[in-house]
């Protein structure tokens, strides 16, 4: 009998090759996605940390990001010497490791990729309130190795420090050359603005973010809320303990800042956004008109949040909602039917701008009227009892506009004018007009 | 809606038919389903028709009229039939939200409009979905005759059709099969059905998507509908219902009425022309008659057209009062 082949096992080799997964890992990820994923992590740390009250202003997050060298350094609590071994440089969340609660890091992926994504020589250094440690990592040499883990370079445990003492920075040299090439353009340079977007709740609970020595401070937005406006408030519960907490309403005229803004646990992921996502730019009737400046009072300010960050209708990026979560488009219809009242209402304001400017009270009545710091909004009295958008349109906005009528502009020789105000013995240009459009309807039209 | 002064409704047997037959399914619905107090929601013009024959026959015991010519106010005030008619002066698609929100009982909903499928019309269907209430009836009339092209214009009469049908529709409303059709009369039908029928699917979705709702709501479709009277009408429509009344609306039966559709498959009116005599004549032999048994002469189709709707013609009779 012929001897069997040794090929008998019925074992087919499965395996993913480090080179694939990290390429995996960082495609499609820009370099602010990356950064943005490192001080999510610092800030999940924080608010771990951080005890009953919402006050962040014992914590920092420093980035140092130069040509050849990035650094971020914080004093969130560290990393202790059990969660390095066992999760926190494991791809992906182990199943025993759950998120800490309200946590923005969900997938597990974050530091490792920006490691990836940055540099080949990286050594993070953790002090925490039980441990101490120290990895270096070359990922050229992991790379070719087949062994997938790495191994502390100085660790100490049983320590007792305090929380104000504990740290991590992690410093990455090497810098991969298109990371160094990116670090001059206008994309990168736009990090801080997007940090402090990003970031808006924390800094303004009083996280200290600071980047390359200077701090990060948080956006100025801003909502009306008086007695003849106020904003929409809503708030909805999901099964299994998803929440939607939106405020919508109007705010100072600002192109750049008209939109809404929407957080999952307090991280902002998009905003301000007014693109298809959010409904606007329909080009009928059924959702929001395409934004332009008419709209540039609109603020709206979406909310989500989570124990268990995986019940987010974000996706692994943060860039972006989930777009086929049955919760986002629930959501999203109601932004659609807020949307429309406040579009409706800014309609109204734009429909006075056809009388004289004496008569647009509405014009007026805004040169006024102070809008309210939105962080103190969402701590005041009053976005608990706004179940209803409020908006003056008997009162000021509709007063005055005869839908029936239209306005006329246009452009004549001054001396022809001249000779017709002497004509009709009226003094003002607008009586020209008047007098002579009817003169030509009652002889051609009528 | 239409100009009222371009046509007197009272007259367009095609319409008087369809009238008949909609209030006839109403009925076995209602009956059935044991709905309570409810509210006619329709166009109401300065004839009201429609309102004139659904009170008589089903005393609805509220009465709402969509009017968006403002010009003829008094003319419609001074028309309204009966004291319990409610008119309002606006487009549906301006008004129909607060109109539905201030009557949250059972609706029988008839937005009859003259125009070709288009942005608005799905709006008001998409607030009829966001607003139903499980019982609620409705209906729409849309015209589907295809567009012309003037010849000064030097383009296909294709392309001309389908770019002057997307000045009034979102593109992505466009069913993919359709989307380089000639948009002749019938492929204009058809596709009118097919975008009905998905906007009614996404806005059912958004409204069963809401987790506060305890039961789903489905829709059941009953009429689809066409007749040819100066212009191509399609009437599509039905019963929006809760699934935990399901069975209820299941065991209803439809066969003694002729026009129900529950599918893309249009049922035509199709209405002959006939004269007084030849009417009653036609009458004594219903419903089981064939033309062999006649005294005069009548074409087979006409005769068979008249069969099938007999029992919905209207008859006029001139009378001064």
Same mark, same amino acid.
């Given at each position: 009998?012929?001897?069997?082949?040794?090929?008998?096992?019925?074992?087919?080799?499965?395996?993913?090759?480090?080179?694939?997964?990290?390429?995996?890992?960082?495609?499609?990820?820009?370099?602010?996605?990356?950064?943005?994923?490192?001080?999510?992590?610092?800030?999940?740390?924080?608010?771990?940390?951080?005890?009953?009250?919402?006050?962040?202003?014992?914590?920092?997050?420093?980035?140092?990001?130069?040509?050849?060298?990035?650094?971020?350094?914080?004093?969130?609590?560290?990393?202790?010497?059990?969660?390095?071994?066992?999760?926190?440089?494991?791809?992906?969340?182990?199943?025993?490791?759950?998120?800490?609660?309200?946590?923005?890091?969900?997938?597990?992926?974050?530091?490792?990729?920006?490691?990836?994504?940055?540099?080949?020589?990286?050594?993070?250094?953790?002090?925490?309130?039980?441990?101490?440690?120290?990895?270096?990592?070359?990922?050229?040499?992991?790379?070719?190795?087949?062994?997938?883990?790495?191994?502390?370079?100085?660790?100490?445990?049983?320590?007792?420090?305090?929380?104000?003492?504990?740290?991590?920075?992690?410093?990455?040299?090497?810098?991969?050359?298109?990371?160094?090439?990116?670090?001059?353009?206008?994309?990168?340079?736009?990090?801080?603005?997007?940090?402090?977007?990003?970031?808006?709740?924390?800094?303004?609970?009083?996280?200290?973010?600071?980047?390359?020595?200077?701090?990060?401070?948080?956006?100025?937005?801003?909502? /009306?809320?008086?007695?003849?406006?106020?904003?929409?408030?809503?708030?909805?519960?999901?099964?299994?303990?998803?929440?939607?907490?939106?405020?919508?309403?109007?705010?100072?005229?600002?192109?750049?800042?008209?939109?809404?803004?929407?957080?999952?646990?307090?991280?902002?992921?998009?905003?301000?956004?007014?693109?298809?996502?959010?409904?606007?730019?329909?080009?009928?009737?059924?959702?929001?008109?395409?934004?332009?400046?008419?709209?540039?009072?609109?603020?709206?300010?979406?909310?989500?949040?989570?124990?268990?960050?995986?019940?987010?209708?974000?996706?692994?990026?943060?860039?972006?909602?989930?777009?086929?979560?049955?919760?986002?488009?629930?959501?999203?219809?109601?932004?659609?039917?807020?949307?429309?009242?406040?579009?409706?209402?800014?309609?109204?304001?734009?429909?006075?701008?056809?009388?004289?400017?004496?008569?647009?009270?509405?014009?007026?009545?805004?040169?006024?009227?102070?809008?309210?710091?939105?962080?103190?909004?969402?701590?005041?009295?009053?976005?608990?009892?706004?179940?209803?958008?409020?908006?003056?349109?008997?009162?000021?906005?509709?007063?005055?506009?005869?839908?029936?009528?239209?306005?006329?502009?246009?452009?004549?020789?001054?001396?022809?004018?001249?000779?017709?105000?002497?004509?009709? *013995?009226?003094?003002? *240009?607008?009586?020209?007009?008047?007098?002579?459009?009817?003169?030509?309807?009652?002889?051609?039209?009528? | 809606?239409?100009?009222?002064?371009?046509?007197?409704?009272?007259?367009?047997?095609?319409?008087?038919?369809?009238?008949?037959?909609?209030?006839?399914?109403?009925?076995?619905?209602?009956?059935?389903?044991?709905?309570?107090?409810?509210?006619?929601?329709?166009?109401?013009?300065?004839?009201?028709?429609?309102?004139?024959?659904?009170?008589?026959?089903?005393?609805?015991?509220?009465?709402?009229?969509?009017?968006?010519?403002?010009?003829?106010?008094?003319?419609?005030?001074?028309?309204?039939?009966?004291?319990?008619?409610?008119?309002?002066?606006?487009?549906?698609?301006?008004?129909?939200?607060?109109?539905?929100?201030?009557?949250?009982?059972?609706?029988?909903?008839?937005?009859?409009?003259?125009?070709?499928?288009? *942005?608005?019309?799905?709006?008001? /269907?998409?607030?009829?979905?966001?607003?139903?209430?499980?019982?609620?009836?409705?209906?729409v009339t849309v015209c589907f005759d295809s567009i012309n092209k003037p010849n000064n214009i030097d383009i296909t009469e294709k392309k001309y059709r389908m770019q002057e049908f997307l000045k009034n529709m979102d593109e992505d409303r466009i069913p993919l099969n359709f989307s380089d059709e000639n948009l002749n009369k019938k492929?204009?039908?058809?596709?009118? /059905?097919?975008?009905?029928?998905?906007?009614?699917?996404?806005?059912?979705?958004?409204?069963?998507?809401?987790?506060?709702?305890?039961?789903?709501?489905?829709?059941?479709?009953?009429?689809?509908?066409?007749?040819?009277?100066?212009?191509?009408?399609?009437?599509?429509?039905?019963?929006?219902?809760?699934?935990?009344?399901?069975?209820?609306?299941?065991?209803?039966?439809?066969?003694?009425?002729?026009?129900?559709?529950?599918?893309?498959?249009?049922?035509?009116?199709?209405?002959?022309?006939?004269?007084? *005599?030849?009417?009653?004549?036609?009458?004594?032999?219903?419903?089981?008659?064939?033309?062999?048994?006649?005294?005069?002469?009548?074409?087979?189709?006409?005769?068979?057209?008249?069969?099938?709707?007999?029992?919905?013609?209207?008859?006029?009779?001139?009378?001064?009062?």
């Amino acid at each position: 009998m012929k001897k069997q082949s040794i090929n008998n096992n019925k074992t087919i080799k499965v395996k993913a090759t480090k080179d694939l997964f990290i390429s995996m890992l960082v495609k499609d990820l820009t370099l602010n996605d990356v950064i943005s994923d490192l001080v999510d992590n610092s800030v999940d740390a924080a608010n771990n940390n951080k005890g009953t009250s919402n006050d962040l202003s014992e914590f920092f997050v420093e980035l140092t990001i130069q040509k050849g060298k990035f650094i971020i350094y914080d004093n969130c609590g560290g990393i202790t010497s059990d969660v390095a071994r066992e999760s926190a440089f494991v791809f992906g969340k182990p199943e025993h490791y759950s998120n800490s609660d309200f946590s923005i890091g969900q997938y597990g992926i974050g530091m490792k990729r920006a490691f990836f994504k940055i540099g080949n020589n990286i050594e993070i250094e953790s002090k925490s309130k039980e441990s101490y440690f120290k990895v270096n990592i070359n990922v050229g040499d992991w790379r070719k190795e087949d062994n997938w883990d790495f191994s502390f370079s100085e660790i100490k445990e049983g320590m007792n420090n305090r929380l104000k003492d504990t740290y991590t920075k992690i410093v990455i040299t090497e810098i991969h050359d298109e990371i160094n090439e990116r670090l001059i353009s206008t994309t990168f340079q736009k990090i801080r603005g997007e940090l402090s977007y990003e970031q808006m709740i924390n800094l303004n609970n009083g996280l200290n973010l600071i980047l390359n020595e200077s701090k990060i401070i948080e956006p100025e937005l801003s909502i /009306i809320s008086n007695e003849l406006i106020k904003p929409r408030i809503w708030e909805q519960e999901f099964p299994k303990g998803l929440r939607v907490n939106v405020i919508a309403g109007i705010s100072d005229a600002d192109t750049n800042k008209g939109g809404w803004y929407i957080f999952c646990n307090n991280r902002m992921v998009l905003g301000p956004e007014r693109s298809e996502i959010t409904g606007w730019s329909k080009k009928g009737s059924l959702g929001m008109p395409q934004y332009h400046s008419q709209y540039n009072r609109f603020r709206g300010f979406v909310f989500f949040s989570a124990k268990d960050s995986s019940l987010l209708p974000w996706n692994t990026t943060k860039t972006s909602m989930d777009l086929d979560s049955k919760n986002f488009i629930f959501v999203k219809e109601k932004l659609i039917e807020f949307g429309l009242e406040i579009k409706n209402s800014l309609d109204s304001v734009k429909k006075e701008r056809d009388l004289d400017v004496e008569k647009r009270e509405m014009e007026k009545y805004f040169e006024e009227v102070k809008s309210i710091d939105i962080y103190k909004y969402m701590n005041s009295e009053s976005s608990k009892d706004s179940s209803n958008y409020v908006f003056p349109y008997e009162k000021i906005a509709k007063k005055n506009i005869n839908n029936d009528e239209i306005r006329i502009t246009y452009f004549r020789p001054k001396e022809q004018v001249e000779k017709i105000k002497k004509f009709i *013995n009226k003094n003002e *240009n607008k009586e020209v007009g008047k007098y002579t459009f009817d003169y030509f309807y009652q002889n051609e039209v009528d | 809606m239409a100009n009222f002064r371009d046509i007197n409704y009272s007259t367009k047997p095609s319409k008087g038919v369809l009238r008949r037959i909609i209030i006839e399914i109403y009925q076995v619905i209602y009956n059935k389903l044991c709905l309570k107090d409810n509210v006619y929601v329709g166009f109401g013009s300065t004839y009201f028709v429609d309102f004139k024959l659904f009170h008589r026959l089903h005393n609805f015991h509220k009465m709402v009229s969509i009017e968006k010519s403002l010009t003829s106010k008094k003319r419609v005030e001074f028309n309204k039939p009966y004291s319990n008619i409610e008119v309002y002066f606006a487009n549906s698609h301006e008004i129909l939200n607060e109109i539905l929100l201030k009557n949250k009982i059972n609706r029988l909903i008839w937005l009859d409009y003259t125009t070709l499928i288009n *942005n608005n019309i799905l709006k008001d /269907i998409n607030t009829i979905i966001k607003n139903s209430i499980s019982g609620d009836f409705f209906i729409v009339t849309v015209c589907f005759d295809s567009i012309n092209k003037p010849n000064n214009i030097d383009i296909t009469e294709k392309k001309y059709r389908m770019q002057e049908f997307l000045k009034n529709m979102d593109e992505d409303r466009i069913p993919l099969n359709f989307s380089d059709e000639n948009l002749n009369k019938k492929n204009l039908k058809e596709m009118t /059905i097919k975008i009905i029928e998905s906007q009614i699917e996404e806005y059912l979705y958004h409204f069963n998507n809401n987790p506060n709702i305890k039961s789903k709501l489905i829709f059941e479709q009953l009429i689809n509908i066409t007749y040819h009277e100066s212009k191509s009408m399609l009437t599509f429509g039905g019963l929006l219902i809760n699934d935990s009344q399901i069975d209820d609306f299941k065991h209803i039966d439809f066969k003694r009425i002729e026009f129900i559709s529950k599918d893309e498959k249009s049922i035509e009116i199709k209405v002959p022309n006939l004269t007084m *005599n030849e009417i009653n004549a036609l009458d004594k032999y219903m419903p089981n008659g064939d033309t062999s048994e006649l005294s005069f002469d009548i074409d087979e189709k006409d005769f068979n057209n008249f069969k099938s709707i007999y029992r919905y013609y209207p008859r006029f009779t001139e009378v001064i009062t």
